[in-house]
């Protein structure tokens, strides 16, 4: 979500982000469109802002790590309204969407993403039976910055597809295995099952 009327962004790049995340001692990953350019090795097209998603157990270890920055949570989520994230404040669900910039003075640069997880599964809070394995959630790229892995974010990207997700999808596509394919397609499913890219992944998908 971005969104001019609540100041302007300027996102930082997976570089930037890697060298603030890359100290703390918790998992994260780059999200969004970042993610799939990561994952093809070039950029696609210009970006509005960046996504780093985490897991919500570990919001307090990421609220430290972030200590001096400006950081303000949609509360509601998705209706255009900011407050403060206040240190020790322990956010739940439905809140799971953070603006991050250095300083109020500065643009927003980072969009912070919780999401779910139990034991060593990451639970999708769209619905807890989409779920994978916490290791299998991410890759690597060739500098060592960690992203969200391909099929897990065109998951994300195909509840409201929009032109920039069918460049994405398009893009990454090639690169998805036969159990990559398959989980995409079995999670779409889910939530919904009539989605035009459930054609390009179920020859490999169990319907």
């Known amino acids: 979500m971005s969104d001019d009327r609540l100041g302007r962004w300027v996102p930082d790049r997976p570089e930037d982000v890697a060298a603030v ?4 001692d918790f998992p994260w990953w780059i999200a969004g469109g970042y993610a799939i350019e990561l994952a093809v090795g070039r950029e696609l097209r210009a970006h ?3 996504d780093v998603l985490v897991l919500r157990r570990d919001q307090a270890r990421v609220r430290d790590l972030l200590d001096g920055w400006d ?3 949609a509360d509601p989520p998705g209706q255009g309204k900011l407050r403060p994230w206040h ?6 669900p439905p809140l799971h969407d953070i603006w991050c910039r250095r300083t109020p003075e500065t643009p927003w640069s980072v969009q912070l993403m919780l999401d779910e997880a139990e034991g060593t599964h990451w639970v ?4 807890p039976a989409i779920r994978l394995l916490i290791d299998r959630l991410g890759r690597t790229s060739e500098t060592g910055i960690p992203y969200l892995a391909p099929e897990v974010q065109l998951f994300y990207k195909a509840k409201a ?3 920039k997700d069918e460049i994405d ?3 990454v596509l090639p690169l998805l295995d036969d159990p990559a394919r398959a989980w995409l397609a079995n999670a779409i499913s889910v939530i919904a099952p009539e989605h035009p890219w459930l054609a390009r992944l ?3 998908s169990r319907r």
């Open 21 to 24: 995340f890359s100290t703390g």
């Open 48 to 50: 509005s802002d960046l």
């Open 71 to 73: 950081l303000y949570v």
């Open 87 to 92: 240190p020790g404040e322990v956010l739940r």
């Open 124 to 127: 999708s809070r769209r619905d």
């Open 161 to 163: 597809t929009r032109e």
């Open 169 to 171: 999808f398009e893009a």
């Open 202 to 204: 179920l020859p490999v």
